[in-house]
């Protein structure tokens, strides 16, 4: 027996909510083909209907649907209507071994009656319902609810044409622009003109219009884009909005982290773009640490990934020449570099992370960082998606469905502690800034509750606060987004080229810290100093070069917000 039309089943009716649709459709080039097709909360199950029995149905799990929309067909004396919904369901590679996300575009034919309007409007049920349990499949954990997302949202998008192989603005068009559609993202492309265009564009930005920002490039783009933020008067809510990543560059290094986070399996190149684009269309966001680096010049800067001198940071420097190879550029610097390997002479101090006393077996996963109570995970603490702005008038709108209080890391600012020069001013006219109070002055001894490294002898010193180095450099195998640690590495004197080059060929999976290096330590630290002696040499912060010499960092847990998997 036909049923003609979809039916809900109000059994499944949850909260009001989703309810399971049931409905026949044709396939959209032969009209003998005929589909039974389901809607469950979880997923849109679809049989094709034949007299052969036996016939496999296919499972879309709504958790990888971005969206669906409803049309006519172009035939104007087509009485049907039509619904296309898009998944990215994880699939095997062809080439290689591995699973990564593929596009599946499901389409379905409605001919109910003989009435345009009536299959049309069906055809948008459909449409709707789909949409509708997509948000609602949002992976979730440990019961953390989320808000349910309301669309359009605006997203800014800005790419630097001139990062990685220059292909940034290709790779745009060809790979997210037809995503964004499908989800139904309205986005405005800000194409960079020149070094720091992007840190002016947002730091002069009418953020009520937008609600994320989100950039197509390598790492250097995403640091203008936070020191822009930060340097605005209402940086503290400038900070709150989401912010997004797209690989386009030469070092990926947030992209691969992100995407990892989401617990996919690795991803490089056009399926870690598709893996992030695909994040941008669902939509959720979670908190990101921000680490504040003063330099001797007493400049602030804001880092969301790392601190180097020494290997690393002349690595990245000297590899630049090699952009137009893409990531492989770290893998040709490091061979370089191995060559006329050097040691650094410093002094390097840091503010150890205490930690957590011990639990009872089995109640908290070996080698994991001790949780920060105000800051969980990145994962558990996943607590909103995009949601649009109300309205310009609505002021705070930036700061409603964050979960998390950020206020323990902005103080009044105090004597001893160092702010920002220029102190904000709030609605009340007190001045607020965000305060270091882990970090005395760069001319002041460190505190008595810091460690100082004995060795002064360095090939290199890396702090990072991210997983991933670059897009196969898994460097820090426990790292949240959040997890308020800076992960300090440093690599002591005497260290062999071959047992160097050891290290790095085993952080591509994230086993370095296996390899049993005498001269590799890590530790997990809340600030760290470090003043080189040698009198010449190159510190990067997110990949940037920054004036050489003494520095010093703190964290400030889940100061920004990151929409992540
Ligand atoms: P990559 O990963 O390839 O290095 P980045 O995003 O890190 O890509 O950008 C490299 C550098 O280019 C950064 O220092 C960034 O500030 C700068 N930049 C951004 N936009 C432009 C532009 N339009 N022209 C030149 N440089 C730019
Ligand atoms: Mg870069």
Not at 196 to 221: F, Y
Not at 241 to 246: E, R, S, V
Request: with cysteine; proline share 6%; aromatic share 8%.
């Amino acid at each position: 027996m036909e049923r003609g039309a979809s039916e809900p089943d109000p059994s499944r009716q949850r909260n009001g909510v989703v309810a399971a649709l049931y409905g026949e459709f044709t396939d959209t080039l032969n009209d003998r083909v005929r589909y039974s097709v389901s809607l469950t909360e979880s997923a849109l199950t679809v049989q094709r209907i034949s007299s052969s029995p036996g016939r496999s149905k296919v499972v879309f799990n709504l958790t990888d649907c971005i969206g669906c929309r409803a049309y006519r067909g172009p035939d104007s004396a087509d009485v049907g209507a039509y619904f296309t919904a898009y998944f990215y369901p994880f699939k095997r590679r062809w080439m290689s071994a591995g699973v990564a996300r593929q596009r599946v575009e499901q389409c379905f034919r409605v001919a109910l009656v003989q009435d345009p309007l009536t299959n049309l409007r069906e055809a948008e049920r459909w449409a709707h319902a789909i949409r509708d349990a997509s948000v609602l499949q949002a992976p979730r954990r440990d019961g953390v609810a989320y808000t349910e997302v309301r669309r359009p949202c605006r997203v800014m998008i800005l790419v630097n044409p001139h990062s990685g192989r220059g292909q940034a603005l290709q790779l745009f068009t060809g790979h997210v622009q037809g995503m964004l559609t499908e989800a139904a993202v309205p986005y405005t492309l800000v194409i960079t003109e020149h070094q720091n265009h992007a840190r002016e564009v947002v730091r002069k930005a009418d953020l009520r219009q937008w609600d994320a920002l989100v950039i197509m490039s390598g790492d250097g783009l995403l640091f203008e884009v936070i020191n822009g933020l930060m340097e605005r008067e209402d940086w503290q809510e400038a900070i709150q909005t989401p912010l997004g990543i797209l690989p386009g560059g030469s070092g990926n290094a947030l992209a691969a982290s992100v995407h990892h986070y989401s617990q996919s399996p690795p991803a490089w190149n056009e399926e870690l773009l598709l893996s992030c684009g695909f994040m941008l269309c669902k939509g959720l966001v979670g908190s990101m640490d921000l680490v504040s680096i003063h330099l001797a010049s007493r400049q602030r800067l804001f880092s969301f990934l790392s601190l180097a001198w020494g290997f690393v940071a002349d690595v990245d420097i000297e590899s630049e020449k090699y952009r137009h190879v893409g990531a492989i550029r770290f893998l040709m610097g490091t061979l370089v570099r191995l060559a006329t390997l050097r040691v650094y002479q410093g002094r390097l101090a840091y503010l150890p992370v205490k930690e957590a006393p011990k639990l009872p077996k089995g109640s908290i996963k070996a080698n994991h960082p001790p949780p920060t109570p105000q800051h969980p995970s990145l994962c558990s603490s996943l607590s909103c998606r995009l949601i649009p702005n109300p309205s310009p008038s609505h002021k705070s709108h930036h700061n409603h469905n964050s979960t998390n209080s950020n206020h323990n890391t902005i103080t009044k600012s105090s004597n001893n502690a160092i702010t920002t020069k220029r102190p904000e001013t709030q609605s009340d006219g007190k001045a607020v800034a965000l305060v270091d109070s882990l970090l005395p002055g760069l001319d002041q001894p460190v505190p008595e509750s810091w460690t100082v490294v004995r060795e002064e002898d360095f090939v290199l010193v890396l702090a990072i606060y991210q997983s991933h180095l670059a897009e196969d450099l898994w460097t820090v195998p426990g790292a949240m987004a959040d997890d308020g640690l800076i992960h300090l590495f440093y690599v002591t004197a005497g260290i062999s080229r071959p047992a160097l080059l050891r290290l790095f060929l085993a952080m591509e999976k994230g086993a370095h810290l296996a390899c049993g290096c005498p001269h590799l330590v890590y530790e997990k630290v809340k600030a760290l100093r470090l003043e080189p002696i040698s009198p010449q040499g190159v510190i990067t912060v997110d990949g940037e070069m920054v004036e050489y010499g003494p520095v010093q960092a703190q964290i400030h847990p889940g100061l920004a917000r990151l929409i992540c998997g």
